[in-house]
């Protein structure tokens, strides 16, 4: 299939805004990068409470800067639960070394946490008509990268794809480790970057404080309610940085840096719905948001696999693993699975 130009839009930033996954960083990410590198070395991290999503983040939904109002989806009780004890789990990135366990990952990733304090800042202080840096959206893109494939959620995905694989496709994968889910996160990032870097950066507010987030705070949705959402054909990635303002990286390309934008209740309405439907377990919202669903939510994502034909009389398809939702994994692929019939 040949190529074709559909549009032209100037680049606002004067350079391509990729890594080639980690061939050509900014000085920045290469410094932090750097230290995450150096401290990789060390084995002198021994916290064993490991939160999947920085206190920093979470802190800009709490009044006292110590609890967070959490709804557990599993139970349905709805409370303030202090920040330490919020998205955090025991041993989550532990490793192994030889036989030897260390929580090294931990301290790597304080190193990521630091730089998204920071980031926050500069997000969470911008108004329209200001400059945005090069350099600060490149490292956004990475930032977001961690943030968006650390959780408990995507290693359960991932989990999902190694089983789906072994017992549909007949392949022998290895049980997915805390080691090599954090391998894995580590040496993906700079190329899930470059997926984010290529995206138009947008940032809506609503005056009135209303967004809400969650222990999956990166979200990827379409437009439509029936679309599978994923890298390639989602519309838009959202991060909330604060009540009042969510960070958007859209595939509306518009030759701006910073595209704003203030909105109103039925899009408030489905950025909410786009969180609390994409929670693991923890929805987190203010104190007195009064609009928050009542009791337990049984559907949680879950992996879709669907198959597309390529070759009709060959009996090829293209597999294609995207987000469902359900209690379980959501088989859509042709039986016999063709797509892996050996030629």
């Not at 899009?267 to 609009?291: H, M, T």
């Not at 009389?313 to 019939?341: F, N, S, V």
Request: glycine share 8%.
């Amino acid at each position: 299939m040949a190529w074709e130009l559909v549009g032209r839009v100037p680049n606002p930033w004067g350079r391509v805004p990729v890594t080639g996954g980690g061939q050509s960083v900014t000085p920045k990410v290469a410094e932090y990068m750097a230290r995450i590198a150096e401290r990789a070395t060390r084995r002198d991290c021994s916290s064993k409470r490991h939160h999947y999503v920085p206190q920093s983040y979470m802190r800009a939904w709490s009044s006292d800067g110590k609890r967070v109002r959490v709804l557990d989806t599993r139970n349905g009780i709805d409370g303030l639960r202090g920040i330490r004890d919020t998205c955090v789990r025991e041993n989550f990135y532990q490793m192994k070394d030889g036989g030897n366990s260390h929580h090294q990952a931990e301290a790597m990733l304080a190193v990521i946490d630091d730089e998204t304090a920071r980031l926050l800042r500069v997000l969470r202080d911008w108004t329209p008509g200001e400059d945005f840096d090069f350099e600060d959206f490149m490292s956004l893109a990475v930032v977001l990268a961690f943030q968006r494939n650390r959780t408990p959620q995507i290693r359960r995905y991932l989990e999902a794809i190694d089983d789906w694989q072994r017992q549909r496709a007949n392949q022998q994968m290895p049980t997915l480790t805390s080691t090599g889910f954090v391998s894995s996160l580590f040496g993906s990032a700079l190329t899930a970057a470059d997926e984010h870097s290529t995206r138009q950066l947008e940032l809506w507010d609503d005056p009135r404080g209303r967004f809400i987030t969650c222990d999956q705070p990166v979200q990827i949705t379409s437009d439509s309610p029936d679309a599978l959402p994923d890298m390639i054909s989602g519309k838009y990635l959202m991060w909330p940085i604060s009540p009042t303002r969510l960070l958007v990286l859209s595939q509306e390309i518009n030759g701006e840096k910073v595209t704003h934008r203030i909105i109103g209740d039925a899009e408030v309405k489905r950025v909410r719905g786009v969180f609390i439907k994409g929670a693991e377990s923890a929805i987190i919202a203010l104190p007195g948001d009064g609009n928050l669903p009542a009791g337990k939510r049984p559907k949680r994502p879950q992996l879709r696999v669907d198959c597309t034909p390529v070759d009709v009389k060959a009996r090829k398809c293209r597999i294609r693993l995207a987000w469902g939702y359900g209690k379980e994994t959501l088989d859509h692929a042709c039986q016999p699975l063709c797509a892996m019939r050996s030629q």
